[in-house]
């Protein structure tokens, strides 16, 4: 069974979004394995080095990466439809991949030597131009995970 790795930098502050996030967590597991990881998040304030911010989170994000394929989610990433994220997953698992990862970065996004990751390793990719809370990043990302998923099973969630 496919294994789901989910790396967060900071806490869900909000319960509803926590709600929603174990909707889909439930959700998954007919056709995935969830894990999920939290990192602390730097601590940011007035003068804060936010490059050296940055820096230590990715050390903690690469402590708890575990060599799976690696998706690094960031505003200035790749875009694609759903259709094609869908082909993606589908390839890896074919091709032998039974561990996905997904890093979603804090506030500040990710430390620019985490967002160098190319195929075959990875891929930096964004769900939009717009930014967003990484809290609803995690979100966004578990439903269209959900939606891929059903869609490579032959479900109809999809349309």
């Not at 506030?107 to 990484?134: D, N, Q, V």
Request: aromatic content about 8%; some cysteine.
């Amino acid at each position: 069974m496919l294994t789901i790795h989910i790396i967060t930098v900071g806490r869900d502050k909000n319960r509803w979004v926590s709600e929603h996030i174990e909707h889909y967590d439930k959700l998954i597991k007919k056709y995935a394995r969830l894990e999920f990881t939290v990192v602390p998040e730097a601590k940011y304030a007035k003068g804060t080095d936010i490059s050296k911010a940055l820096i230590a989170e990715a050390e903690a994000i690469e402590a708890n990466l575990k060599g799976g394929y690696l998706f690094l989610l960031d505003v200035k990433g790749k875009t694609c439809p759903t259709e094609i994220f869908a082909r993606k997953i589908e390839k890896l698992q074919v091709d032998g991949h039974s561990l996905i990862e997904f890093v979603i970065g804090g506030p500040y996004g990710l430390a620019p030597a985490l967002k160098s990751i190319r195929e075959p390793k990875g891929l930096c990719f964004s769900f939009s131009a717009m930014t967003m809370s990484h809290q609803i990043t995690r979100l966004v990302l578990l439903e269209q995970l959900y939606r891929v998923l059903n869609l490579n099973a032959g479900g109809s969630y999809h349309k």
